[in-house]
């Protein structure tokens, strides 16, 4: 089992609709968590953190972590085709400098 | 731009060469992390450094593999007799020890052709 897993896609959404990115981890005791944009050739620009149980809002991303089910997902409302890249989801340990990145998940929005 | 420098950019070489690449981190951060990712992957953590102490290897660091931090400022990562495998984007990370978050900014990433 990999620590950090995401569906590859690709994930193909119309302009204007919501994305729904998901994310498992298996180490229980992860406290941080991140997601990173990345553009083909580009390397990872940081989205998104979230730390505690609940919804995180920050304009049209939505990042929800249930550490219960080691489960965190990201939300794109109003998709835009310049949001078409790849998601990389990443889990932090407790010594808080490791971090595992899953393999990402490719976007597509389509105008 | 994060504030994160890497150089070079793209690096094109012969296997069997050795190769440098240097990360610029954002000038107040103390935690330096090197990553390697090839295509379709996320980044691998290689490994890191809090001032100039390198703290963590991964294990997929061979004996190849050479990480610097002398004064705690940059750093170099040094790959000797370089594989064809060793072809990836290589990317410098860097984070603030005071920040509850630890949130890594990403460098622009080297890419390494070995022919």
């Known amino acids: 089992q990999k620590e950090v897993e995401q569906n590859s896609g690709p994930l193909s959404v119309p302009e204007g609709a919501i994305a729904s990115l998901n994310c498992t981890y298996s180490?229980?005791?992860?406290?941080?968590f991140f997601w990173y944009r990345q553009y083909s050739g580009k390397s990872p620009e940081l989205i998104m953190s979230i730390y505690s149980n609940g919804d995180k809002e920050d304009g049209r991303f939505t990042a929800q972590l249930n550490k219960a089910s080691q489960y965190v997902s990201l939300l794109i409302r109003d998709s835009q085709p310049s949001d078409s890249a790849t998601y990389l989801c990443a889990v932090q340990g407790a010594g808080g400098f490791k971090t595992i990145f899953g393999a990402g998940t490719r976007l597509f929005v389509k105008a | 731009d994060t504030g994160v420098s890497q150089d070079p950019r793209h690096k094109i070489t012969k296997r069997g060469q050795n190769v440098t690449f240097r990360c610029d981190p954002i000038?107040?951060?103390?935690?330096l992390y090197w990553y390697r990712q090839t295509l379709g992957q996320g980044p691998e953590f290689l490994t890191y450094?809090?001032?100039?102490?390198?703290?963590?290897k991964s294990r997929l660091l061979s004996d190849r593999f050479s990480a610097e931090r002398p004064k705690g400022s940059f750093s170099t990562l040094e790959i000797q007799r370089t594989e064809q495998g060793d072809s990836a984007m290589y990317l410098c990370?860097?984070?603030?020890?005071?920040?509850?978050?630890?949130?890594?900014?990403f460098g622009p990433g080297t890419r390494l052709t070995v022919l």
């Open positions: 180490d229980r005791v992860s406290q941080s």
């Open positions: 000038s107040e951060h103390n935690r």
């Open positions: 990370a860097s984070s603030l020890v005071g920040d509850p978050t630890n949130t890594q900014y």
């Open positions: 450094f809090q001032n100039e102490a390198q703290l963590e």
